[in-house]
């Protein structure tokens, strides 16, 4: 089974996979790089929200999410735009039509990466059979259970993103020259360090599923009026 993990990032997406003999890393820059990326591996673990709400402000794969992280960490969980605002050309357009279903405003940083929700949705929409193999994931929730169910510093210092990384090298010892490699292959202005440690996990959790198996929030998760999957991935 090929496997990969994918963050987004200033310059498009961060795939990394841990597979062995094929250990990469490369930034997908556009839509066209993003598919060949979901056709070509049998099973993707992406930080990006997929099953989308038609009505409900919150999905409650969120709220079971930020119950499960902990209070220090719940604010890295935000709720999504629901299915009808995801097209709206412009914020002030999503706003009313959030606030129009939910009597709530779609928050700023939801409305940040709205283009990629977009994006992948589409792509998944277009093909049905990346639906089971494109999953939704959380680094957050995945650093907290390779570390035995707490992290201990925020990936916004430091000292965070050196655990985090020290996390993934003990597993995956190329981790190390690929946080280094990356760093001085592109600028801080398309690949900050924290995506790349988020990219790693994604990646190392999508390659041990194969053997571990995957769990969800919620355990049983439904579909979304789109055929997507309305859960959070995790191992």
């Not at 839509?31 to 038609?54: H, Q, V």
């Amino acid at each position: 089974m090929k496997t990969a993990g994918i963050d987004g990032c200033k310059a498009g997406w961060l795939l990394i996979t841990f597979d062995e003999g094929n250990e990469k890393y490369e930034v997908l820059r556009d839509r066209d790089a993003l598919k060949k990326a979901f056709e070509d591996f049998d099973r993707i673990f992406i930080d990006m929200p997929i099953g989308l709400e038609d009505e409900n402000y919150t999905r409650e794969a969120d709220e079971l999410l930020r119950k499960k992280v902990g209070g220090d960490y719940a604010s890295s969980v935000f709720s999504p735009p629901i299915r009808p605002a995801l097209t709206a050309p412009s914020y002030v357009e999503a706003n009313m039509i959030s606030h129009e279903y939910t009597e709530k405003k779609l928050t700023l940083q939801s409305w940040n990466i709205t283009p990629k929700i977009r994006m992948v949705d589409e792509l998944l929409r277009a093909d049905e059979s990346l639906i089971d193999k494109v999953l939704e994931s959380h680094p957050e929730l995945l650093f907290q259970t390779i570390n035995g169910g707490m992290i201990y510093q925020k990936k916004n210092l430091k000292k965070g993103i050196k655990h985090r990384l020290e996390l993934i090298k003990n597993r995956e010892p190329i981790a190390d020259d690929f946080f280094r490699d990356i760093k001085e292959d592109f600028r801080r202005n398309e690949v900050e360090e924290d995506d790349i440690v988020d990219a790693m996990v994604l990646a190392y959790s999508a390659k041990i599923s194969e053997e571990k198996g995957i769990k969800t929030l919620p355990e049983e998760f439904e579909y979304d009026s789109e055929g997507m999957r309305k859960a959070i991935h995790y191992v």
